[in-house]
């Protein structure tokens, strides 16, 4: 039976593109969402239409019970998974350090860093050679933000996807003799609709003078990166970044 990814918050921007590519690519696909239930069905009905495999799952990452009833499900659905993409995230309003509140650098934290913890804890008990898994690959949708920092916009998502940088180098260690190996790519500006919800959806535009490239990224540029690290292609990297910045 060909090969299981899931993918987390998969209902539009890079995850619902990276869900397409994998499905083009041969992979069953699990297409995790949180609110947006008619936009994943109808990523999956699109998905079915071309002859692929795929079905949606409700989750918000950041709920543990929620985790491990999407991967109960999983287990039911598909018996098996060979690949994890922890590409669900969030950002909030832009602003300054001073002005950020508890309950937001929780939420922050809570979606980027321990959603990303979590569905690595339960795909590694699933895929290492320790729990009688096959092996298997993680690949995490990092950001650019980890390198810059984001000042004057949002440190609290750059810090959190710091935190996915040092977890994705830690975790790439610790089970790489048991048959993962877990890679992560750092998106620069890509053109998603998680700029309007830090409140400027013109964000890709009014910066995209000072990409190198002369431009912003699509979706589909991170996603064919992701499959690649996702893939047997990359059979020698874990523990690696590719950055997906136009130069950035
Ligand atoms: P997006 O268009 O805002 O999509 C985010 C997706 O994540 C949505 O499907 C959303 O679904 C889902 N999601 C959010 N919170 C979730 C949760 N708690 N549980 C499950 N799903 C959740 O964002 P995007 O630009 O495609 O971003 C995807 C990833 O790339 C993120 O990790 C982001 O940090 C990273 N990234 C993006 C850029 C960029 O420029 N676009 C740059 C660097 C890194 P709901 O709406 O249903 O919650």
Redesign the pocket.
């Known amino acids: 039976m060909a090969n299981v990814m899931l993918i987390?918050?998969?209902?539009?921007?890079?995850?619902?593109?990276t869900a397409l590519l994998a499905a083009e690519r041969g992979y069953r696909v699990a297409i995790?969402?949180?609110?947006?239930r008619e936009?994943?069905e109808a990523l999956v009905a699109r998905i079915r239409a071309a002859g692929g495999s795929a079905q949606a799952f409700a989750?918000?990452?950041?709920?543990e019970d929620?985790v491990l009833r999407l991967f109960r499900e999983l287990d039911e659905t598909f018996g098996r998974l060979d690949v994890l993409v922890?590409?669900?995230?969030?950002?909030e309003r832009q602003m300054r350090l001073e002005e950020m509140d508890t309950s937001r650098l929780l939420r922050v934290f809570?979606?980027?860093v321990t959603?990303t913890f979590l569905c690595c804890r339960e795909a590694i008990k699933r895929m290492t050679h320790r729990h009688g898994g096959s092996g298997g690959s993680i690949v995490n949708?990092?950001?650019?933000?980890s390198r810059l920092g984001s000042p004057n916009e949002y440190i609290d998502?750059a810090a959190a996807?710091g935190a996915v940088d040092s977890m994705t180098i830690g975790l790439a260690k610790e089970v790489a003799g048991d048959g993962i190996r877990v890679n992560a790519?750092?998106?620069?500006?890509?053109?998603?609709?998680?700029?309007?919800?830090g409140g400027e959806p013109g964000?890709?535009e009014r910066l995209q003078s000072a990409i190198p490239l002369g431009r912003?990224?699509e979706?589909e540029e991170?996603a064919r990166a992701i499959l690649f690290l996702a893939s047997d292609e990359s059979s020698y990297c874990t523990g690696s970044f590719i950055d997906v910045?136009g130069g950035r």
């Not at 790519?185 to 919800?197: D, F, N, Q």
């Open positions: 987390t918050g998969a209902s539009r921007g890079i995850g619902a593109a995790n969402y949180r609110r947006e936009a994943a989750a918000d990452v950041a709920n929620e922890n590409n669900a995230g969030i950002l809570a979606v980027n959603g949708v990092s950001s650019m933000a998502y996807k790519v750092r998106p620069g500006l890509i053109k998603t609709e998680i700029h309007a919800s964000r890709v912003g990224g979706a991170v910045s």
